[in-house]
């Protein structure tokens, strides 16, 4: 599965970003999709999820409420809406495939190249 990750970028506290990750590769429809994201200094963590098998969605508790994660399976792809963002939120988003939920956190199979994102006055 190869994943192309795009729509970071500069923002302003309070502002909205889109990103979006298109996948090739592998049976989308039946593939649980999602996003992590490594601030500078920091461990990779989980952000969002959809599972191809129902339709819930997950999220870290810091980003729910302002970020929704949603799957477009005629094309192929997961978007990521990010409102209200924050400085925190300030990272590299990487977009994955294959995401599971262990004892341990959630972890996932395929990686995305990663898109920054900076939130910033």
């Known amino acids: 599965v190869q994943l192309q990750a795009s729509g970071g970028g500069l923002v302003q506290p309070g502002g909205s970003l889109r990103l979006s990750c298109a996948a090739s590769g592998g049976t989308f429809s039946r593939t649980s999709m999602g996003w992590f994201r490594q601030a500078p200094g920091k461990e990779r963590e989980f952000v969002a999820s959809?599972?191809?098998?129902?339709?819930?969605?997950y999220y870290t508790e810091s980003v729910e409420g302002r970020f929704t994660i949603s799957r477009d399976n005629s094309k192929n792809t997961v978007y990521l809406q990010m409102n209200r963002l924050k400085f925190e939120d300030t990272a590299v988003y990487y977009c994955?495939?294959?995401?599971?939920?262990?004892?341990?956190?959630?972890?996932?199979?395929?990686w995305g190249q990663g898109t920054q994102v900076t939130v910033s006055s």
């Open positions: 994955a495939a294959g995401v599971t939920k262990f004892r341990s956190g959630w972890g996932a199979t395929y």
């Open positions: 959809t599972p191809w098998s129902d339709e819930n969605t």
